[in-house]
């Protein structure tokens, strides 16, 4: 593939809505002094600044909490325990997270620390809370910039590599891309260190099972993370609608440089993060609950609005916020989409105005029952 058709390529990390940019330990702290690359950093910081200025709404996962607390604390080299590393984190979270925000408010943006343990993507009631906090930084300008949560972390409930949770947040932000900056640039078809034949991949449409052998072969382990979990991160992030892209981050700019053409690794979605998210809600094998609409609210919702409280007649079924509901005009099934709220509170706010929900509820929740973008037509 040619420089220009890598460039041609880039356009989905410069023209994504929303965009995740992953940096691993090996490329923040430096191996031998256990410091940050500060100047490295820096001109990261400008390639995001860039992008900011472009309108795109960024999100970063950082790595090398572990990596910079350990030195502070004196740990030596090696496999450290897993008491060891909760306390390296904690020690290095803090100076990871002043790093960002000196880097990225120099540089006019708002920095927001996330951590977060697996629990939170896992967990619907948290993830949907975890979603909807991601949402608001991102609305105010804010850049979250988010590690897992290593201190509270242990073994069993623990992502362990920030690869897959970079590719959780993706999905749960709906990004369009996720930039995973590694110290190799890219998947090969074998180890290129060991095996001179191994052959560069530029892009992948399906992570199938040859893709995944590429990924676990032996000496595939580089960086924390190594290749099976960038794979990984990809299968979830292209299922999620998400471009994914494995680049080196072993040069400053990075990010300018997939721009202007450097080789990288391209995961390719079947879809856009919308489409695919409608597509699941549709799919949804037994909605939890029914609403019944009026027609003013049908054919609002066949204009492709969102549905408000006011065009509901009925609510039946026991459903919580983010349960898939079917949404039934005249005794047919004309929509499916995730309630707002709960079947309990639903009920108190159907056929009010949304000016009320406040007064009614006791809480100032979303205008809409159904958010256009969590709903699907059906049928049409
Ligand atoms: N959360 C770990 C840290 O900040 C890094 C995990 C990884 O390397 O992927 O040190």
Same mark, same amino acid.
């Given at each position: 593939m040619t420089v220009s058709e890598f460039r041609a390529r880039s356009r989905r990390l410069r023209e994504a809505r929303r965009l995740i940019v992953k940096v691993g330990s090996a490329l923040l702290v430096d191996?031998?002094? @256990?410091?940050?690359n500060r100047a490295w950093l820096e001109s990261l910081g400008d390639d995001l600044a860039r992008a900011a200025k472009r309108g795109q709404q960024i999100i970063v996962v950082s790595s090398g909490a572990i990596a910079l607390g350990r030195r502070h604390l004196g740990l030596a080299d090696g496999r450290l325990r897993l008491e060891e590393s909760q306390a390296a984190a904690a020690v290095g979270q803090i100076r990871l997270a002043r790093a960002w925000q000196e880097i990225l408010e120099e540089r006019g943006l708002a920095v927001a620390q996330v951590l977060l343990t697996l629990e939170d993507t896992e967990d619907r009631r948290r993830y949907l809370n975890a979603r909807a906090t991601l949402n608001t930084l991102l609305g105010l300008g804010a850049v979250p910039v988010i590690n897992e /949560?290593?201190?509270? +972390?242990?073994a069993e409930i623990?992502?362990?590599? /920030?690869d897959r949770l970079a590719a959780r947040v993706a999905q749960m932000a709906s990004a369009e891309c996720l930039v995973l &900056? %590694?110290?190799?640039d890219g998947l090969y078809s074998a180890d290129p260190r060991r095996d001179p034949g191994a052959r560069f991949v530029p892009e992948i449409v399906e992570v199938d099972a040859a893709i995944e052998a590429m990924a676990s072969g032996? !000496? +595939? !382990?580089?960086?924390?993370?190594?290749m099976t979990t960038k794979v990984a991160a990809a299968r979830i992030a292209v299922g999620a609608g998400c471009s994914l892209c494995i680049a %080196? @981050?072993?040069? *400053?700019n990075p990010l300018r440089a997939i721009e202007e053409g450097e080789r990288c690794s391209w995961f390719l979605p079947a879809g856009t993060p919308l489409a695919l998210r409608k597509q699941w809600i549709a799919g949804? &094998?037994? *909605?939890?609950g029914r609403l019944s609409v009026d027609g003013g609210a049908a054919a609002a919702l066949r204009r492709g609005k969102s549905l408000l409280?006011?065009?509901?007649?009925r609510v039946a079924g026991r459903f919580e916020r983010g349960d898939t509901v079917s949404v039934f005009a005249d005794g047919a099934e004309i929509a499916r989409g995730l309630a707002a709220y709960s079947s309990h509170d639903a009920a108190a706010i159907?056929?009010?105005?949304?000016?009320e929900i406040a007064a009614l509820l006791g809480y100032r929740g979303? $205008? $809409?029952?159904?958010h256009r973008d969590d709903l699907v037509m059906l049928g049409v």
């Amino acid at each position: 593939m040619t420089v220009s058709e890598f460039r041609a390529r880039s356009r989905r990390l410069r023209e994504a809505r929303r965009l995740i940019v992953k940096v691993g330990s090996a490329l923040l702290v430096d191996a031998r002094s @256990g410091r940050l690359n500060r100047a490295w950093l820096e001109s990261l910081g400008d390639d995001l600044a860039r992008a900011a200025k472009r309108g795109q709404q960024i999100i970063v996962v950082s790595s090398g909490a572990i990596a910079l607390g350990r030195r502070h604390l004196g740990l030596a080299d090696g496999r450290l325990r897993l008491e060891e590393s909760q306390a390296a984190a904690a020690v290095g979270q803090i100076r990871l997270a002043r790093a960002w925000q000196e880097i990225l408010e120099e540089r006019g943006l708002a920095v927001a620390q996330v951590l977060l343990t697996l629990e939170d993507t896992e967990d619907r009631r948290r993830y949907l809370n975890a979603r909807a906090t991601l949402n608001t930084l991102l609305g105010l300008g804010a850049v979250p910039v988010i590690n897992e /949560n290593d201190t509270v +972390a242990t073994a069993e409930i623990r992502y362990g590599d /920030n690869d897959r949770l970079a590719a959780r947040v993706a999905q749960m932000a709906s990004a369009e891309c996720l930039v995973l &900056l %590694s110290d190799i640039d890219g998947l090969y078809s074998a180890d290129p260190r060991r095996d001179p034949g191994a052959r560069f991949v530029p892009e992948i449409v399906e992570v199938d099972a040859a893709i995944e052998a590429m990924a676990s072969g032996p !000496g +595939a !382990g580089v960086g924390s993370g190594g290749m099976t979990t960038k794979v990984a991160a990809a299968r979830i992030a292209v299922g999620a609608g998400c471009s994914l892209c494995i680049a %080196s @981050g072993r040069r *400053p700019n990075p990010l300018r440089a997939i721009e202007e053409g450097e080789r990288c690794s391209w995961f390719l979605p079947a879809g856009t993060p919308l489409a695919l998210r409608k597509q699941w809600i549709a799919g949804t &094998l037994q *909605p939890r609950g029914r609403l019944s609409v009026d027609g003013g609210a049908a054919a609002a919702l066949r204009r492709g609005k969102s549905l408000l409280p006011a065009g509901v007649t009925r609510v039946a079924g026991r459903f919580e916020r983010g349960d898939t509901v079917s949404v039934f005009a005249d005794g047919a099934e004309i929509a499916r989409g995730l309630a707002a709220y709960s079947s309990h509170d639903a009920a108190a706010i159907a056929g009010r105005r949304s000016g009320e929900i406040a007064a009614l509820l006791g809480y100032r929740g979303r $205008e $809409e029952l159904i958010h256009r973008d969590d709903l699907v037509m059906l049928g049409v």
